[in-house]
């Protein structure tokens, strides 16, 4: 792939997002920004997740699957979530979570919205797996003046 046609797929715009699920008492969390809402009715989004990662695996095994909303502060945030998961009490990464009202999904709390799904199809192809999810359940805990994408972070990704 030439450098050229890396650099235009590089100007799609990308959220960025904590997706969190659990598998059995073990949690997992990555940031990610290949995600985008699909339906209103049901309400569904899609998210890509990398292949043999722990998040993919987790929501593999338990069909579900929570995204937690950045504020455009929060570029510190979605940075610790790009290492491995550590799990200490209440914390995930050093920042605190609580468990979701339906699917029991970890929500970090710093967030200033959330949702969790339940995957309802999946697509295998390429290097990422894509799961639709239908959302369940939700909460927007605060408004933000903007929330978090990639091109305010320097960060690249895709192509």
């Known amino acids: 792939m030439s450098e050229a046609f890396r650099k ?3 100007t799609l715009t990308y959220g960025l997002y904590v997706v969190t ?7 997992s969390a990555a940031t990610v920004n290949f995600l ?24 593999e095994s338990s069909r579900s699957f929570a995204v937690n909303v950045l504020s455009a502060d ?19 990464n050093g920042h605190p979570f609580r468990l979701s009202r ?3 999904l970890p929500v970090l709390e710093e967030c200033p919205a959330w949702f969790e799904c339940q995957v309802v199809e999946k697509v295998d192809q390429g290097d990422h797996v894509i799961y639709v999810g239908k959302v369940v ?15 305010d972070t320097g960060w690249y990704y895709g192509g």
């Open 36 to 59: 985008t809402q699909t339906s209103f009715n049901p309400p569904l989004v899609v998210v890509a997740l990398k292949r043999d990662s722990g998040l993919q695996r987790a929501v």
């Open 137 to 151: 359940d939700g909460e927007l805990v605060r408004q933000a003046d903007r929330y978090l994408v990639m091109w």
């Open 74 to 92: 929060q570029k510190q945030l979605a940075a610790d979530f790009f290492k491995p998961v550590k799990v200490e009490g209440n914390n995930i």
């Open 8 to 10: 235009a797929l590089r």
């Open 102 to 104: 339906t699917l029991s």
């Open 21 to 27: 699920s659990r598998s059995g008492g073990e949690l």
